[in-house]
């Protein structure tokens, strides 16, 4: 079973930066698509960006189109976010997850066809 581990949260002011980092346990397949996903409470949780392992193409929910970048290091099983100008509405529970054989398409955020997901971890931005 593929184990995902996030890091990176925290607290930052609005306007700030921070980079989430998600390890996997092992290489899935270079056809798998990774993905960060966030959920605030009392909502649904959402596809915020996607990457394909095999070439690196992305995609990003249009809340965060520009101030989000999704990448990876295949060598060593790592995917991050890096999140830029951040605003009180992204405060929110960040969780990593695969989609093995990224059966949804890269431009398909929603949650339900990724396979393994990571804890989360809390990202709070203060005003």
């Known amino acids: 079973q593929v184990q995902l581990m996030e890091s990176g949260g925290g607290t930052v002011q609005a306007g700030g930066s921070l980079k989430l980092s998600c390890t996997a346990s092992?290489?899935?397949?270079?056809?798998?698509?990774m993905g960060w996903f966030r959920q605030a409470p009392g909502k649904e949780r959402e596809g915020v960006a996607k990457i394909k392992t095999r070439d690196s193409r992305t995609f990003y929910a249009d809340s965060v189109k520009g101030r989000f970048t999704i990448s990876q290091d295949i060598a060593t099983n790592a995917v991050y976010l890096q999140m830029a100008n951040l605003q009180p509405e992204d405060s929110a529970m960040y969780y990593c997850?695969?989609?093995?054989?990224?059966?949804?398409?890269?431009?398909?955020?929603?949650?339900?066809?990724?396979?393994?997901w990571g804890k989360g971890i809390l990202v709070t931005i203060s005003s």
């Open positions: 092992e290489f899935i397949n270079d056809a798998t698509c």
């Open positions: 997850a695969a989609d093995r054989y990224c059966r949804g398409g890269l431009s398909n955020l929603h949650k339900s066809f990724m396979n393994y």
